[in-house]
């Protein structure tokens, strides 16, 4: 899937990182985003599900600086999830002004297979590299988002 126009684009614009960064993200973003939404679900989502796998019970505050969504998206897909029935909110036991934030079983059952679906999607977007050359784009990218 090449960039329409890519070909005749200048020789100095092909070699601009920021500009080829900025379009490679669109375009992965919008085959990811098309593969959760086929499936009922949003990127914002699926951030809150990962970071609860991965990290199990955080409270809304912690949601939002792991995920570096604002608290209101947060909020907002908290409840989403709760109400389907794929994470639970609990009073903190240390504050019970605060919620903690759990997958539920069917929330956990339900992020598996997002996770799968986000793999295919990452497969499709990235199928022209090798597993050599996606590990060295995920160790640059990382390297440029942990500058400071």
Do not use: N
Not at 79 to 88: D, F, K, N, P, S
Request: charged share 25%; hydrophobic share 45%.
């Amino acid at each position: 899937m090449s960039m329409p126009g890519f070909e005749q684009t200048t020789p100095y614009l092909k070699a601009l990182p920021t500009r080829l960064l900025a379009i490679a993200g669109v375009r992965g973003s919008s085959i990811s985003r098309a593969a959760l939404a086929e499936h009922g679900s949003g990127q914002f989502e699926f951030s809150v599900m990962v970071t609860l796998a991965e990290y199990g019970a955080v409270s809304q505050a912690e949601l939002c600086r792991r995920t570096g969504l604002d608290r209101k998206d947060v909020a907002t897909v908290v409840l989403t999830l709760e109400q389907a029935g794929h994470v639970a909110r609990t009073a903190d036991a240390g504050d019970a002004r605060r919620k903690i934030v759990s997958l539920t079983a069917e929330g956990q059952s339900r992020f598996s297979r997002l996770r799968q679906v986000a793999d295919d999607s990452q497969d499709r977007a990235l199928a022209m590299l090798s597993e050599s050359e996606r590990a060295t784009l995920v160790a640059l990218l990382q390297k440029i988002l942990a500058a400071d």
